[in-house]
């Protein structure tokens, strides 16, 4: 379908991630981890630049000095000129529709330029601030280039029918022109000028936009290449012909407007340091399933240079030496030994003699030398994007063999800062592919989903084949684990609330039921902080499993750590065992194995401070009591006003009132809607809030505790709650859509928006009044999320699909539906108060 292989013809239902995840027990690799796509949405308007904007009062028409304060896509959040930090008349506009312009525009073209009303009564001599203003404001006035081009982010410039040039991949000192024929999320389907009617495999490449041989119209001339086609393309047209082609090219016109913006986003090539006929290691790009010696064929100055696959058969027999254009810092070139040393085999060149290769042999044979260590980017420490790269692990990646193609694919192996990766989905087998962290030809799962482009998927039949032989193997699939509420439940966890909790759970994938059981006991405990900070990772990782961020809500305050899960079922019970010690509870109060009436440890017949004693950490501490101060350090009795150290992986989420901050974020945006702090052992936690809101969404969240529950006996009883403060009822907005009913909660998300009608602005809507609208909708499950983010008004107007999906940890389907009642709020707020 329109050039597309169509992998499974006798199903066509749509590929979903979610179960295909689940149905092979694999995990994705993070969003973050792929820097070339952040890039990719940044827009080039920042707050702190200021413009001027059309001001309407009175039946004039002026222009004025404004400061933007947030930016959100295409909208801005500005705030005039003299209102300094109030932020009372900020006001929202569109980029794509509203009059703005870069400062000096107005004098420029003989405008008037006049405040608005409360500028004037803030400041009666309203002439000599419009002076200083525009004296100091030239040097930080948003570029005239993103206005015309209405702030879009590089990605969204480089539109259908631009021409760029292209630096031909063999040769540094030549370039040619080609045209955008279609823009997938940065990456760029390109023509060859010249080349219009021939095939697309001799035609087009794909290129990303971040890609350093790409550059815009001008550039070859400018810095002095040759303009010409590519190698492999000349045969194709004379040399009369070709030339009446770049004739053509040099009378187009072309947009020079978007030139800082296409080229702010680059690193800067370094200066090298080889010279020709050095041997190093490389994967051809163009095929990277292995890596193979190679050679510098030519140097291109201080930045580029050759580098070409060896290749030993005798001169009739190559079928084209590949080479492939370097910079120092380029992917897939590696000292010599580099294979030896990570544990990687190295291929021979072809027409090589002899059975294993041996460079100092090699090197003899050629009489040629190894590019020294220095020549390569230093060995670094992997930062913190690298390590989210782990074997198993799925993505979306191009078929380099096919470049329009992408793939699902998973992480074979990972040795520094290169992957292997094996795409599924191929009708012929193609080994795995190596390729940097960092490759723009990798994307995180739904990429393909997200750019409305087609991912080419294994057949159903396979996915099934592999979910049987999972369960059949047994390798991940976790047994039932059963919560014995008749053992003793430590210090830390409530025994009615035990009792509460399902006979067990699973089966299923180790990760996800493990990670339930956990999630299951955290909301289980007296203070759910403190189990949370008791299970989380420690530094060795001695499971060597996977991470999980497991969340905890106590007295108002939001807990995230990261807990390592086994990820195999022949570590489920030691695993299980393992937890139950360090919560100081019966070794068999959770696990594989069910109790039923005398549990093997004789746990009933223990007292609280014997069973510490057994099993606990052996430090002092007050008999009935959920303990304040716990520590994982061995030890003695904590001495009075000494601090621990800090954990870094356990964070505390402080909830605050919506207020003005002090780099003019909106409070409650989910930038800035909660301080992360490390929880020290000594932190109070602060008092519930008992909110109403609180009581109105005691049903929305599966974590919550019950408000009101019968003391139930235990060897542990909870503390005597604090009285709780109530807040002052806020008046609630009211908003309805065009027949007066609430929405649909069964309206499907590809209906057109039903139209609302607000009774006051969202920009005054508090967090209670952005929780009580979510209710109204069939995200109301969620609104607990908005209550704990403090998201209000102005947060909420900020959301948008990629902030939703990453602040809220929400999968696509129901982002999306969110976004959809978010975008209902913003029409309706343009079309009520944003005038």
Known sequence: VNGYMILDETDMSEFNWDDY??????????????????????????????????????????????????????????????YQDDRRADFWCDITTADLHPIGWSKQQGRPMKPPEGVREKHQDWEALLEKALSLSESCSAPASLLEGRGCNPVDLLSTGLSVELVDNQ????????VIEDNVGGRLRLRYSGTEGLPDAQSITWVFYLNPLLHLPGWAKEHGLTFRPPSALLPLHTEEEWEGVRQTISTQSQDSSISEEFYKDRPAITTHCFTEGMKLEAADPAAPFTISPATVAKVFGDQWFLVQMDDLREEEKREGRRAFLCHKDSPGIFPTQWSLKNGVKLSPPPGYQGQDFDWADYLKQCEAEAAPQHCFPPVSVISSLHTCFKESMMLEAVNPLCPENIHVATVTKVKGQHIWIRLEGVKQPV????VHMDSMDIFPVSWCETNGYPLQYPCKPKVEKQKKIAVANGKYCCPKIYFNHRCFSGPYLNKGRIAELPQCVGPGNCVLVLKEVLTLLINSAYKPSRVLRELQLDQEGRW????????????????????????????VAEF??????????CPNLFGPRMVLERCSENCSVLTKTKYTYYYGKKKSRRVGRPPGGHSNLEGGVKKRGRRRKRRKQLFVH?????????DNTPAGSPQGSGDEEDLDEDDSLSEDT??????????DSEYSEKK??????????????????????????????????????????????????????????????????IRTTDCAPLARIFMDQEIDGQALLLLNLPTVQECMDLKLGPAIKLCHHIERVKLAFYQQFAS
Request: aromatic residues 6%; positive net charge.
């Open 21 to 82: 995840l689940e149905e092979t027990g694999a995990l994705s690799v993070p969003h973050h981890a792929f820097k070339h796509m952040d890039q990719g949405l940044q827009t080039g308007l920042a707050p702190g630049m200021k413009l001027e904007v059309l001001v309407r009062s009175e039946g004039d028409e002026a222009y004025w000095v404004s400061t933007i304060i947030t930016t959100c896509g295409q909208l801005l959040l500005l705030r005039y000129e003299g």
């Open 171 to 178: 040769d540094a000192a030549a370039a040619w022109c080609a």
């Open 431 to 434: 080994p795995e592919i190596i």
């Open 544 to 571: 060597q499993g996977h991470g999980e961020t497991l969340k905890a809500k106590y007295k108002g305050k939001s807990y995230r750590a990261t807990v390592e899960i086994v990820r195999t079922a022949d570590r």
């Open 576 to 585: 299980c065992r393992k937890t139950c010690i360090k919560l100081e509870c």
């Open 654 to 662: 402080k909830k605050r009132r919506s207020s003005a901050s002090m």
């Open 690 to 699: 008992g909110s109403e809101l609180q009581d109105e969404l005691m049903d």
């Open 708 to 773: 009101s529950q019968p003391p139930t006996p235990s060897p542990s009883p909870p503390e005597t709650p604090r009285p709780s403060r109530r807040r002052r009822k806020a008046r609630s907005p009211s908003y309805s859509d065009d027949e007066n009913r609430p929405p649909s909660p069964k309206s499907p998300y590809s209906e057109a928006p039903q139209k609302l009608c607000l009774d006051s602005s969202p920009l005054e809507w508090s967090v209670t009044d952005v929780v009580r609208f």
